[in-house]
Nanobody, 124 residues
Framework: VQLVESGGGLVHRGDSLRLSCATS????????MGWFRQAPGKEREGVSC???????????IDADSVKGRFTISRDDAKNTVYLEMNNLKPEDTAVYYC???????????????WGQGTQVTVSS
């Protein structure tokens, strides 16, 4: 199983970025997908997660700090999950990790596979 993130970079306050996570080796539609982030000196925290695609209704959960600014989505035909990030702030600076799991939710314990991470840096 591989999860490969891309799309990170250095941006200014107020800019937008779109992160992508290409998966392989798993049937992504059966997995809950999530984005977590870890800033220097801080614990890893959940950003956004999206339920598996094997049910009629797909639900998402966003951390309070990103609500209204970040949007998670999935394209199971492309085995890819996205994180659209708008109105970025310096406090969004972190390494962003893509993750897949059979339990999901906003707790890292709900996930089984992790990508290597992509750096997002927001300057003021």
């Amino acid at each position: 199983v591989q999860l490969v993130e891309s799309g990170g970079g250095l941006v200014h306050r107020g800019d937008s970025l779109r992160l992508s996570c290409a998966t392989s080796g798993l049937a992504m539609r059966y997995y809950h997908m999530g984005w977590f982030r870890q800033a220097p000196g801080k614990e890893r925290e959940g950003v956004s997660c999206i339920s598996d695609a094997d049910h009629e209704t797909i639900t998402t959960i966003d951390a309070d700090s990103v609500k209204g600014r970040f949007t998670i989505s999935r394209d199971d035909a492309k085995n890819t999950v996205y994180l659209e990030m708008n109105n970025l702030k310096p406090e969004d600076t972190a390494v962003y990790y893509c993750t897949a799991g059979l339990r999901g939710g906003d707790d890292a314990l709900g996930y089984d596979y992790w990508g290597q991470g992509t750096q997002v840096t927001v300057s003021s």
